[in-house]
């Protein structure tokens, strides 16, 4: 054991005990919106060797945090100042919440001693956004930091990850600590228990009689490390597997078992077995319900949370427990008596498949969403990591990429936030870097594709890109406006109100923070633009104008939808909608 790794009996800063912690657990990137609030433990973080990457916005530290653990599988660290910061932080800490990302949000409080009945700080520090969070405390003497850094780390990780919320008194990262105190990591995610052998041995059954059985595979399987299992299973038994969030390119997507959730949905409602693991049945998979399933289908539900099992309808066999010792069971219980290979998947996605292929084909004119999308599949590494975000040029990219390697998408999902999606890239590449060295391996390409609208948001991040030696690259889908409202009211009401943003010259924000950027309008232009986008030394904007009158297709025809709201059981038209096409 290492020195650090040793329970102390020396002198310490608060901040010098944070520091050596976070290095036994691996962690050597923090995300920090700069300021005096956490100047001492960022002294300490820049002794021992930890990097940390400044934000512009709290929200873009937390998001940041959130592309780290997603990308590392490690807990993400942001640190803000608590009063003025957190009401900024709410939309990243909701995010990563929602998505069951590992973040640690440490703030920092004034002193308890300071605050007066009359002030505008609660005497709590954390009321805001304990509803939110997954664990929140406030460490209430600087000689348990130890004990609460400890704690933070084990409940954002352990079970369903999620948020942990740690409030430091602002003093107690200067105070200097003494006596026995242990810095050593501990384990963050105990071994998970195993589901009932009589709930694997009915579940093996339903899949063994099934004619067109399914699964799909969530954010939990990721999380789980289920992805050889989920190939093993698939292979031996010829099951299609369907890739949502994180869960996606744990079967490589190729088109014969591995697809991704979102271009693959239609087909679900042709199984008859359906196998979620680590999958929530929220909006995205249709609460599980018809239209998108089969009224009569029968759900195999794994999940380590078991507040999830019959949500939205009932689970015919519930499997409590790690979903990698799981599905490693059923591949056990099942053996390798192979079915004929998936056609049906295919022949269910045939219409959708073939008006996609229609799309985006012409060689002049506006630059559809689709050619774009094609071309950047051309030329980017089949194991980069690709970050989505927007509403239109979002559900377009869902319809032509496709992911061949874990823990390498990202997006928005569950909450949806516009604009997110520039920290996860943040995050996710400073991961990869960080990875990469550890393993000595090359860089994977982190690319982040978002709307004009989802740009605006959090466009200063670039700023902590550059500053961090951060290389990205950024592709604009351009439509001059706020797509999915603009077509929704075109659609509904054949005129459009406040959607308009006009086709700004968003490439040159990028200048001004120091990244690469170009502007691109023709159709030949795009794919040599994405791969000088690819190529460069540093982060680069691509600023593409797209068609603004796609999007208005996309809303009538239910084939181009990739995400779709249109059948929501909380709708009052939910049983009565059109069948997806």
Request: aromatic share 6%.
């Amino acid at each position: 054991m290492s020195r650090s790794q040793l329970p102390a009996s020396n002198t310490l800063t608060g901040g010098q005990v944070m520091s050596r912690i976070l290095q036994n657990y691996s962690i050597r990137t923090v995300f920090c919106l700069a300021g005096a609030a956490h100047a001492h433990a960022l002294y300490a973080f820049a002794d021992d060797g930890i990097s940390v990457i400044s934000g512009r916005h709290e929200t873009g530290s937390v998001g940041a945090a959130d592309g780290y653990a997603r990308i590392t599988g490690r807990p993400g660290i942001a640190m803000i100042a608590g009063f003025q910061g957190l009401p900024n932080a709410m939309g990243g800490v909701r995010t990563a919440q929602l998505a069951c990302s590992p973040v640690v949000l440490i703030l920092s409080l004034h002193a308890a001693n300071t605050r007066e009945s009359a002030g505008e700080e609660t005497n709590d520090g954390l009321d805001m956004v304990k509803p939110f969070a997954k664990w929140a405390k406030v460490v209430p003497d600087a000689a348990r930091l130890p004990e609460f850094i400890h704690a933070a780390l084990f409940h954002a990780m352990s079970g369903r990850p999620g948020v942990a919320v740690l409030g430091i008194p602002q003093s107690f990262e200067s105070t200097i600590i003494e006596g026995m105190f242990d810095l050593a990591a501990r384990q963050l995610r105990p071994a998970g228990s195993e589901p009932s052998h009589a709930g694997i041995a009915q579940a093996a059954m339903l899949l063994q009689n099934a004619k067109r059985p399914l699964i799909i595979a969530g954010s939990g399987a990721a999380w789980s490390d289920a992805g050889e299992p989920l190939r093993q299973l698939a292979s031996a038994q010829n099951i299609p597997v369907f890739g949502h969030a994180l869960g996606r390119g744990l079967v490589p997507e190729d088109m014969d078992l591995g697809f991704s959730w979102s271009l693959a949905q239609v087909a679900a409602k042709k199984a008859d077995v359906v196998l979620a693991v680590g999958a929530r049945l929220t909006q995205r998979l249709g609460y599980g319900l018809a239209p998108r399933f089969k009224v009569n289908a029968k759900i195999i539900q794994i999940d380590i949370a078991a507040e999830e099992f019959a949500r939205n309808r009932p689970v015919d066999v519930a499997l409590h427990g790690d979903a990698k010792l799981a599905v490693m069971k059923l591949f056990t219980a099942l053996g390798d008596s192979k079915r004929a290979k998936p056609l049906w998947v295919m022949e269910a996605m045939a219409e959708r498949l073939s008006r996609i292929d229609s799309l985006g084909r012409q060689s002049s004119g506006p630059i559809h969403p689709y050619r774009l999308g094609r071309d950047l599949m051309d030329v980017m590494p089949e194991d980069a990591i690709f970050i989505g975000d927007g509403a239109d040029i979002l559900n377009w990219m869902l319809g032509v990429t496709k992911v061949k390697t874990p823990r390498s998408y990202l997006d928005h999902y569950p909450l949806g936030s516009m604009g997110i999606g520039t920290p996860l890239a943040l995050g996710a590449a400073a991961g990869e870097r960080e990875l990469a060295a550890e393993a000595g391996r090359p860089t994977r390409r982190v690319v982040l594709v978002t709307g004009d609208g989802a740009f605006g948001f959090y466009s200063s991040e670039l700023n902590a890109m550059t500053l961090a030696g951060l290389n990205i690259a950024i592709i604009i889908g351009n439509d001059g406006g706020w797509g999915t409202e603009r077509n929704g009211q075109l659609h509904s009401s054949g005129r459009n109100i406040n959607c308009d943003l006009g086709f700004c010259d968003y490439h040159l924000i990028g200048h001004a923070y120091g990244c690469a950027g170009e502007r691109v309008e023709k159709i030949d232009d795009v794919k040599p633009a994405l791969q000088r986008a690819l190529s460069a030394d540093r982060t680069t904007v691509l600023n593409v104008i797209t068609d603004p009158k796609a999007g208005l297709m996309r809303k009538q025809d239910p084939r181009l939808q990739m995400i779709t709201f249109e059948d929501l059981p909380a709708s009052h038209k939910a049983h009565a909608s059109p069948d997806l096409a």
